[in-house]
C-alpha cells in the first residue's frame, strides 16, 4: 500500500456547482407541483373539496385505530383490528370512485410527491461530515471480522482473504470473546488503523477504542443493516469495496452517542421495543414474539412509562422513545427512509411515541401536531422510568442499564475512513423539503448558507 491522497475538494466544487445548475429549475417545478396539488381537488370539486379531504383524513384515522387494536390487543378486538385497517382506507377510496372524485385526488397525490421530491433535490447537497484527503496509508491496519454477521458476508464476499491481501492483521472472531478487549490490544501491539466486519454493535465497540487512541476507523458493512454504512454512502451490497479506505481515501470526522457508559454509532431504543427483544424466542420469530409480547407492554400492567428530560424540555407518559446519533430524517421519507442528514452535527435526535388510548391513536391522522409522535434534538437526553434499571436496545444489541439514563453526544469523537468514490456520496442529502429555501430559491434570490440547528 503506497501513499495516496485526492483533490476532493476539487471533485465536490464540481459536483456542487452542478447541482446549483439545476436548483432553479428543480425549485420552480416543485412550486408549480404543489400549487397543482391545491388546485385540482379545487377545480373538480369546488369547496367540497374540503370536505373530501376530511373524508379522506377519516379514513386515515380510522386505519390508525384499526393498527393500535391490532397492536395493543389480543383476540376479537385484535380481529376486529385488522379488519379495521384494511376495510377503512378502503371504504374511502370506494367513495372517492363512486362521486367521481378518485381521479382528481389521485393526481393531485401524484402532484404532492413530485413537489417533494423535486424540493428536495432543489436544494444543495450537503455533506455527512466534513472531509479532509488522506495522505498516508496505514502500516498495520487491524481488521475484526464476525463470520456470523449478514448470514455469513465475511465467507461470502471472501473478506479474510481480500484483507489479508491488502496488508491487514485479521482477527476473526469465533466464540464469546471481549471484543473492546482485542482492539485494545491491537492497539498495544502497534496498530495504526482499526477496522470492523460486521453488525453495527461491533462496530460501536471497537469504535470506542479508535476514538479513544484517536486511530483512523473503516466501516466495512457485513452485517445485515448496516445503517452506520448507509450513512456514510458505503456500498452494502459489495463489503470488500469498503477495503479502498486503506488505499485511496477520505477521512470524516463524526460523532458518537453515549447512553450511560455504553457507546453508541446509531441508536439506543428505550420502551416498547427494547423490552421485546429481552424476548429469547425473538431472536429466531420476531413478528410472532413482537406481536404476542406488544399487548402487554403497551396497554397491560407491565406496560413501560417512560420520562424524558432534554435541553429545557421534560417529556412523560412514552411507551417508546429513540435517541440516536445525530437526528434521523422524517420517520415518513420514501426517498431516504430512517437516514441521518448528517453525522457530525454534535445533536442527538430523539423519537418518543406516546399512543396510550384509541382516541390518541386516530389522532395521529393530524400529523406531527397529533402529539403521538414526538421528536426533538438536544445535546444530552435523560431518560428515567419507575424502575432500577432500564432495558436498552443498543445498536441492535440488548443491555439492561440502571436508571436513570443519561445519553450524550461526543462530538467528532470518531476518525473514519472511506472510499473517496462510493456510490452514497452523490445523493441528496435532504432530511425534508424545506419550501422556504425553495421558494427563494425559486424567485433567484441568494441562499443563505445552511447551518446545523438543534431544531
Not at 469498503?242 to 455504553?262: C, F, K, N, P, T
Not at 437526528?327 to 418518543?352: I, K, N, Q, T
Not at 434499571?389 to 467528532?412: A, K, N
Amino acid at each position: 500500500m503506497g501513499r495516496h491522497g485526492g483533490n476532493t475538494r476539487g471533485s465536490g466544487e464540481a459536483g456542487a456547482a452542478a447541482v446549483r445548475e439545476d436548483s432553479p429549475g428543480r425549485a420552480r417545478l416543485a412550486l408549480l407541483a404543489l400549487l397543482g396539488s391545491i388546485l385540482v381537488p379545487l377545480v373538480a370539486a369546488g369547496l367540497r373539496s374540503v370536505l373530501w379531504a376530511l373524508v379522506g383524513i377519516a379514513g386515515l384515522a380510522l386505519a390508525a385505530v384499526g393498527v393500535w387494536w391490532t397492536l395493543a390487543h389480543t383476540g376479537a378486538v385484535r380481529a376486529l383490528g385488522v379488519a379495521l385497517s384494511v376495510t377503512a382506507p378502503v371504504a374511502a377510496l370506494a367513495l372517492y370512485a363512486t362521486f367521481g372524485m378518485l381521479g382528481p385526488a389521485l393526481l393531485a397525490l401524484a402532484l404532492w410527491v413530485l413537489a417533494v421530491a423535486m424540493a428536495r433535490t432543489a436544494l444543495p447537497r450537503g455533506r455527512t461530515a466534513t472531509e479532509e484527503a488522506v495522505t498516508e496509508a496505514p502500516h498495520t491496519p487491524w481488521i475484526l471480522m464476525n463470520p456470523r454477521s449478514g448470514g455469513g458476508k465475511v465467507g461470502r464476499f471472501q473478506l479474510v482473504e481480500k484483507a489479508r491481501a491488502a496488508g491487514c492483521r485479521v482477527v476473526v472472531l469465533d466464540g464469546h470473546q471481549d471484543v473492546a478487549g482485542l482492539a485494545r490490544q491491537a492497539v498495544a501491539e502497534g496498530a495504526d488503523l482499526l477496522a470492523v466486519a460486521g453488525g453495527d454493535g461491533t462496530q460501536a465497540l471497537v469504535a470506542e477504542v479508535a476514538a479513544q487512541h484517536d486511530l483512523p476507523f473503516v466501516v466495512i458493512p457485513a452485517g445485515t443493516r448496516n445503517h452506520l454504512a448507509l450513512d456514510l454512502g458505503l456500498d452494502r451490497d459489495d463489503p470488500a469495496a469498503a477495503l479502498q479506505s486503506l488505499s485511496d481515501a477520505i477521512e470524516l470526522r463524526v460523532d458518537l452517542g453515549y447512553a450511560a457508559d455504553r457507546v453508541f454509532v446509531n441508536n439506543a431504543s428505550f420502551g416498547t421495543y427494547a423490552s421485546v427483544v429481552t424476548d429469547p424466542a425473538y431472536r429466531d420469530a420476531k413478528t410472532r414474539t413482537t406481536l404476542r409480547n406488544l399487548p402487554g407492554l403497551l396497554t397491560g400492567e407491565e406496560a413501560p412509562r417512560l420520562r424524558t428530560r432534554t435541553d429545557g424540555r421534560y417529556v412523560d407518559g412514552l411507551q417508546a422513545l429513540l435517541v440516536s446519533n445525530n437526528p434521523y430524517g422524517r420517520a415518513v421519507d420514501a426517498a431516504r427512509p430512517g437516514r441521518r442528514e448528517r453525522l457530525d452535527s454534535g445533536l442527538l435526535g430523539v423519537v418518543c411515541v406516546r399512543i396510550g388510548n384509541t382516541a390518541q391513536a386516530a389522532r395521529l391522522a393530524r400529523g406531527p401536531s397529533s402529539g403521538g409522535l414526538i421528536r426533538l434534538s438536544a445535546k444530552e437526553v435523560v431518560v428515567e422510568a419507575d424502575t432500577d434499571t432500564l432495558p436498552v436496545g443498543i445498536d441492535g444489541e440488548h443491555v439492561v442499564l440502571p436508571s436513570p439514563v443519561v445519553c450524550r453526544s461526543t462530538p467528532g469523537a470518531l476518525r473514519v475512513r472511506v472510499p473517496r468514490r462510493r456510490p452514497g456520496a452523490s445523493r441528496a442529502r435532504g432530511a425534508a423539503a424545506d419550501w422556504p429555501r425553495v421558494a427563494r430559491l425559486a424567485l433567484g434570490r441568494q441562499m443563505p448558507e445552511r447551518q446545523v440547528s438543534p431544531t
